[in-house]
């Protein structure tokens, strides 16, 4: 078979497929939902528990589109919003009794469909479909995954102070707090004048900023401050994100330019205060060499909470 007929034949079994499913029509899985309302309960069922935010990850949609039919699902009762154990401003969606009674009927129905289906092959067929669908299926999760980072190699990363760069790094900063941990106009102002008096030392060779931009539209950031902690050592501040860039990373480009900076002005070390509960920032500190020094209750961002200190050593590269 040629490379052209494979890919028509699996063309054309995608859409028997699609068809076969019920994907072309309103509603799934003998339900009143629509396919993405199904895929969401039965996400949140598998994990236990998600964000708002996270589901936008799995599912791969817009987030407003997402936000629109959980407020559907919210309504119907088959959500419940509950708050995260290590932040209560972190709101977790969870399924009810009624949306849990949902969530099996769907599964009983899938897996009838598939019992019914696989009738009609035989042992060694059946493994086939099997093994194949689920390698088909990684392999278009990770063209996702391309497509994402594609998208990144159109984002310039430039340095230096821009004009309207300080509302919108506070906007950005503003606008992400607020929705999941329910910041207010105390935090988005300090965000404002702290980057509005840094701004007035760039020409400071110990100090830089780095900005993701798109289509001329700031989309990132990330500072290093050499001069207010002192002991020549340098604080990393202001690295924020556009929703639409988590998960392409701009972030760790970002940080990249971020961490040779550091070691080429050896700074004896670089730190950075942020607060429990952001875990995906986490990870991507941890995997440049941040440790977790220091955890502590305090209120500098406006409300009480356990604020947190992250401190890269000297030539620490991390994994």
Known sequence: MSQIQLIDEIRAASRLMVRELGFMNSTLAATNYSPSAVHSLLEIENHGALTAAQLVQILGLEKSSVSRMLTRLLAAGELQEVQARHDARVKLLKLTDKGAETVKKINEYGSMRVIKALENLDAAQQKTVAHGLS??????ENCRD?????????????TGYVPGMIGRIAEMHGTYYAKHHNFGHFFEGKVASGLAEFAGRLDE???QIWLAVSHGRIVGSVAIDGQDLGNNEAHLRWFILDDNCRGTGVGRKLLNQAMAFSDAREFAAVQLWTFSGLNAARRLYESFGFKLLKEWQGDQWGMMMTEQQFTRQKNSSGR
């Open 135 to 140: 390698a088909y299926a990684r392999a278009l």
């Open 146 to 158: 391309v497509d994402m980072s594609s998208s990144s190699e159109t984002i310039e990363i430039i």
């Open 205 to 207: 060779p110990c100090n």
